[in-house]
């Protein structure tokens, strides 16, 4: 099971880059292989966040829908993700609080492997980030 994190899909509609390049090296190689992909309602909470603040409705609309069909599930953020976040900010004060909040709910799911370019997920020991 592995969470996705904003990012990849952002890497696989922009413009050209060296992690646009891996995302799609790996988005094959991970559906190949049958993976467990999965997010939450916070990370397409950022897609809309994100190309809203930059007027890019275009990419708006291209990341959120590689993000729907990349991932088989997509688990709503709860009040005790929240509460849960909250006090993961006090844990590790280099993530932002989107950034907890993704921390909380892979608690939730038991899920311990995270596909993102964010080096601030490295500081949480519990889990592994793949990129």
């Not at 060296?18 to 988005?27: A, D, F, G, H």
């Not at 964010?118 to 592994?128: L, P």
Request: glycine share 4%; net charge negative.
């Amino acid at each position: 099971m592995i969470y996705v994190d904003s990012n990849v899909p952002m890497y696989l509609v922009g413009a050209d880059h060296p992690n646009k390049r891996r995302v799609i090296e790996l988005v094959s190689q991970l559906i190949s292989a049958r993976e467990q992909l999965l997010t939450s309602a916070e990370t397409f909470q950022e897609i809309i966040h994100r190309y809203r603040a930059i007027d890019d409705r275009e990419h708006l609309s291209a990341a959120y829908e590689a993000l729907e069909a990349m991932v088989s599930e997509t688990t709503d953020i709860t009040k005790q993700d929240v509460d849960e976040a909250r006090a993961a900010s006090g844990r590790y004060p280099e993530l932002s609080s989107r950034d907890c909040l993704h921390v909380a709910a892979m608690r939730r799911l038991d899920c311990t492997t995270i596909w993102s370019y964010d080096h601030g997920f490295d500081v949480v020991g519990a889990i592994q980030r793949i990129e």
